[in-house]
C-alpha cells in the first residue's frame, strides 16, 4: 500500500480496501523501522495521527469526507503545528510548542489529513542540503552517502522512501524544488501569495511560499488544491477565488510554447544532466510542444540579489528571537544584552548566523542604497526578463539543479560553493513566480530533476504539462533500492 | 569587500550575536567572500531601474483597526523561560 500514489490511495480508503487507521500504521511502522538510518524526522506523532486516523475513518463512514480524509501526510518542521514541537531545525526551537496552527497545517487537517510527524530541515530554512539542521543530516534514499537537497531535504527524503505518501515544504530558493530533484521527485512552488504563509516560520517574507513535495504531478495538483487559497492572516496572500488545480491535468499539450533558456544551458551545468534535460525536450516536443530558445540575461545576477535580499529579511524576520518570550534562553545572563546576545549565539547555527550578518550588514546605516535598494533593482530587472520570455513561450524549461545529488560534506566548507548550487531556481523566487521540479531520468544512479517555470498564477498549465510527460514516461515511478 | 575581525564584532554586536573569539577569524573570511560574490551587482548600471519590493507589485491590504485574536496570554506566556505574575522576565534594564 505505501507504493501507492495519493489517488489510488484514496481510491482504496473509498472502496473500503483499508481503513486510514491500518494505513497510518503502514507509515508509522516503516518510519519506525527505517528513519534510523535516513534521519528525515525530528518528530514523529503517532498518536496524534492514530487519534486524526480515527477522525478520518468516521468521516468516510458518515459520507463526509473530501478526496485527501484519512490519507497521511509529513509536515515539514517550519509550519506551526498546535500541541508538537515546531523547531524549524534549530537549538532556538527545540523547546517550542507551537501554540496554534499554520494555515496549511490547518487547511489540510481540515481535508481530513493525518499528520505523521514533522520533517528535517536545514535550520530556518538556510541550506541546500539539509546539512545545517541542529538535527543533523538527512541522507538521500538513492544514496546514502549523498545529500537530499534543502532545505525541505527530510520531507523529501521521507517521501522518496515511502514513509510518507506526500510532505509538505516551502521555498524560498529552491528549497521544494531541489529536494525534490534531488530525490526524483514532483515538487511545486506555486506563485508568491498563492498558500498563506500564517504559521510558516519566516526567512525571507517577501520570497517564502509553501507548496507540496509529492510522487507525480497528479499527486501534486490534488494538494495544492487542498493547500492554496486567500487568507486574511497573510497580509500578501493573493485576493483571487480558490482554483481546482487537477482540472486540466489531461488536457492537450499540443501547440504548448515551451522556452529554453540558453542561460540554463551553459558553463557549470553538468553535461549529463544536461543530455538528461535535452531528452525529456524531445519527449515534450513528441507530445505536441513548439520548443524554442529565449534568453534571461540577468539570471547571473539572482543569486548575488538573492543573498542580499533573503539575508536582509532574514535578519529582521529573526530578531524576534530573543530569549524572552520563547526559544533558547542562554543561563545566568548579566545584563539584557547579554542575554540576547548570549540566547542568538547559542541558539542559532553557523549558516544562520552568517546570514543575520550578512543583513545586519546590508542594511546598516551608509550600506543600504549599495546593497538593499541596488538588489532591488536588479530584481525588477530579472522580473523583466521573465516578462519578456513569456511573451514568447507559455513555460520555460531548464535543469532545476546543475548536478545530481552531490555528497555529504561537500560544500560545507565554503558557503558560496553551496549558494552556488541554486542558480536555476532562485531567480523565480525573485520574479515570484511558480515552478516545479519532477523527475526526468537518472545520471548513474541519481534522479535528475527537471525545472518548467510559468508565469504569475500559471500553477495549473505546468501541472499539466507535468502530468502529461508523466503519462508518457516512468521516471517518476522509480523508487530507491529498498523502498520499492 | 574585505571584512576586518573589527568589522565583524561590529555586525555581531547591531545584531546581538555573541561569537567566540576564536570563530571570527572564520566568520571575516566567509561573509567577506560572500560579500564579494554580492558585489557582483555592480557589474550592471541600474540608475534607471525602479527598486522591486514586492513579486506582483500588489500593496498590502489594510483591515480595520478591531480586535480579532483572542487573548491567549497564559498559552503564550508558557512557553517563555522565566515569567512571573504574567510578567516575561529579563534581567534589570534601568539603574534606579
Redesign the interface.
Known amino acids: 500500500m505505501y507504493k501507492s500514489s495519493l489517488i489510488q490511495l484514496s481510491r482504496a480508503l473509498d472502496r473500503r480496501e483499508i481503513s486510514s487507521v491500518e494505513l497510518t500504521e503502514i507509515y508509522l511502522d516503516r518510519i519506525a523501522r527505517m528513519d534510523a538510518e535516513y534521519n528525515s524526522f525530528i518528530t514523529v506523532t503517532g498518536e496524534l495521527a492514530r487519534t486524526q486516523a480515527g477522525e478520518a475513518d468516521q468521516r468516510r463512514q458518515a459520507g463526509s469526507n473530501g478526496p485527501l480524509t484519512g490519507i497521511p501526510i509529513a509536515h515539514k518542521d517550519i509550519f506551526c503545528t498546535r500541541g508538537v514541537k515546531t523547531s524549524c531545525g534549530s537549538r532556538m526551537l527545540d523547546n517550542?510548542?507551537a501554540?496554534y496552527d499554520a494555515t496549511v497545517v490547518e487547511k489540510l487537517r481540515r481535508a481530513g489529513m493525518v499528520t505523521l510527524g514533522k520533517t528535517n530541515m536545514d535550520e530556518f530554512a538556510m541550506g541546500s542540503s539539509n546539512e545545517t539542521s541542529f538535527y543533523g543530516p538527512v541522507r538521500n534514499p538513492w544514496d546514502l552517502e549523498r545529500v537530499p537537497g534543502g532545505s525541505s531535504g527530510g520531507s523529501a527524503c521521507a517521501v522518496a522512501a515511502r514513509l510518507a505518501p506526500a510532505a509538505t515544504g516551502t521555498d524560498t530558493g529552491g528549497s521544494i524544488r531541489q529536494p525534490a530533484a534531488l530525490c526524483g521527485l514532483t515538487g511545486i512552488k506555486p506563485?508568491?501569495?498563492t498558500v498563506s504563509r500564517y504559521g510558516m516560520i519566516a526567512y525571507a517574507s517577501?520570497?517564502d511560499q509553501g507548496g507540496p513535495i509529492a510522487r507525480s504531478a497528479e499527486d501534486a495538483a490534488l494538494l495544492l488544491t487542498a493547500m492554496a487559497g486567500f487568507d486574511?492572516r497573510d497580509?500578501?496572500s493573493?485576493?483571487r477565488p480558490a482554483e481546482d488545480y487537477s482540472a486540466h491535468l489531461d488536457d492537450s499539450i499540443e501547440g504548448l510554447r515551451i522556452g529554453l533558456p540558453r542561460e540554463f544551458f551553459g558553463e557549470g551545468l553538468d553535461s549529463q544532466v544536461g543530455a538528461v534535460i535535452e531528452s525529456a525536450v524531445k519527449q515534450f516536443e513528441r507530445l505536441g510542444a513548439i520548443v524554442s530558445e529565449i534568453s534571461l540575461p540577468?539570471t547571473?545576477?539572482s543569486?548575488?540579489?538573492y543573498?542580499?535580499v533573503a539575508p536582509a529579511e532574514c535578519?529582521s524576520n529573526l530578531?524576534r528571537f530573543?530569549?524572552?518570550?520563547?526559544g533558547y534562553?542562554c543561563d545566568d545572563?548579566?545584563?539584557?544584552?547579554?542575554?540576547?546576545?548570549?540566547s542568538?549565539?547559542?541558539g542559532?547555527g553557523?549558516e544562520v548566523?552568517?546570514r543575520?550578518?550578512?543583513g545586519?550588514?546590508?542594511l546598516?546605516a551608509g550600506y543600504y542604497d549599495a546593497?538593499y535598494?541596488?538588489?532591488?533593482?536588479?530584481?525588477?530587472?530579472i522580473?523583466d526578463d521573465f516578462h519578456r520570455a513569456f511573451e514568447q513561450a507559455d513555460v520555460i524549461l531548464g535543469p532545476t539543479s546543475p548536478t545530481v545529488a552531490f555528497k555529504l560534506g561537500e560544500k560545507t566548507g565554503?558557503?558560496?560553493t553551496m549558494?552556488l548550487s541554486d542558480i536555476y531556481t532562485i531567480s523565480i523566487?525573485?520574479?515570484?513566480?511558480p515552478a516545479l521540479s519532477l523527475p526526468a531520468g537518472f545520471v548513474a544512479h541519481l534522479p535528475v530533476g527537471l525545472q518548467l517555470i510559468g508565469d504569475?498564477f500559471g500553477e495549473a498549465r505546468l501541472l499539466n504539462a507535468a502530468h502529461r510527460y508523466q503519462q508518457a514516461t516512468d521516471w517518476h515511478a522509480r523508487a530507491p533500492e529498498g523502498c520499492n | 569587500m574585505t571584512l576586518e575581525k573589527t568589522n565583524v564584532e561590529k555586525i555581531a554586536w547591531l545584531a546581538r550575536l555573541k561569537l567566540s573569539d576564536n570563530d571570527i577569524p572564520e566568520y571575516a573570511r566567509q561573509l567577506s567572500s560572500i560579500l564579494t560574490l554580492v558585489e557582483q551587482m555592480n557589474t550592471v548600471d541600474t540608475v534607471s531601474v525602479a527598486p522591486l519590493a514586492h513579486p506582483l507589485e500588489l500593496s498590502l491590504r489594510l483591515r480595520d483597526d478591531v480586535v480579532t485574536e483572542e487573548n491567549q496570554r497564559e498559552a503564550f506566556q508558557a512557553l517563555a523561560a522565566h515569567v512571573e505574575a504574567g510578567l516575561y522576565w529579563v534581567p534589570k534594564v534601568i539603574d534606579t
Open positions: 517550542f510548542i501554540p506563485t508568491y501569495g517577501s520570497l486574511a497580509s500578501t493573493a485576493e540577468n547571473r545576477l543569486i548575488p540579489a543573498y542580499v535578519s530578531a530573543d530569549g524572552v518570550r520563547y534562553r545572563a548579566l545584563d539584557i544584552n547579554d542575554l540576547f546576545s548570549r542568538r549565539g547559542e542559532f553557523a548566523k552568517r543575520i550578518m550578512i545586519t550588514y546590508a546598516s546593497y535598494l541596488k538588489a532591488q533593482r536588479i530584481r525588477r530587472l522580473r565554503d558557503p558560496v549558494y523566487n525573485l520574479a515570484g513566480l504569475h
